[in-house]
Nanobody, 123 residues
Framework: QVQLVESGGGLVQAGGSLRLSCAASGRTFSRYNMAWFRQAPGKEREFVAAITRSGGSTMYADSVKGRFTISRDNAKNTGYLQMNSLKSEDTAVYYC????????????????WGQGTQVTVSS
């Protein structure tokens, strides 16, 4: 089992930045690929970004490419999502998730999830 706890969400003006963290405990974090998803009110959960176990590969949703950066520090058992140039449409609850087997954009492929952190961007 892996326990994930997100932090770093909050209220920010459009154009601003936030850095989300995902702290992992339990099994070795470096064994898992990690992703961030988000869910806005009334919408389905959507993929944001993913990173491989070693951090050597990343992928992003088109909507955040060039603005968001996913990273991880396996020594600290923590993953990150740096969000710049935030827009009102980025408002959502952000979740981190890990998978022992997959590196995909599909939420069902991820085994463990955090409880989420709210990001609100005011225009």
């Amino acid at each position: 089992q892996v326990q994930l706890v997100e932090s770093g969400g909050g209220l920010v003006q459009a154009g601003g930045s936030l850095r989300l963290s995902c702290a992992a405990s339990g099994r070795t974090f470096s064994r898992y690929n990690m992703a961030w998803f988000r869910q806005a009110p009334g919408k389905e959960r959507e993929f944001v970004a993913a990173i491989t176990r070693s951090g050597g590969s990343t992928m992003y949703a088109d909507s955040v490419k060039g603005r968001f950066t996913i990273s991880r520090d396996n020594a600290k058992n923590t993953g990150y999502l740096q969000m710049n140039s935030l827009k009102s449409e980025d408002t959502a609850v952000y979740y981190c998730a890990v998978s022992g087997s997959y590196y995909t954009k599909i939420s069902a492929d991820y085994d463990y999830w955090g409880q989420g952190t709210q990001v609100t961007v005011s225009s």
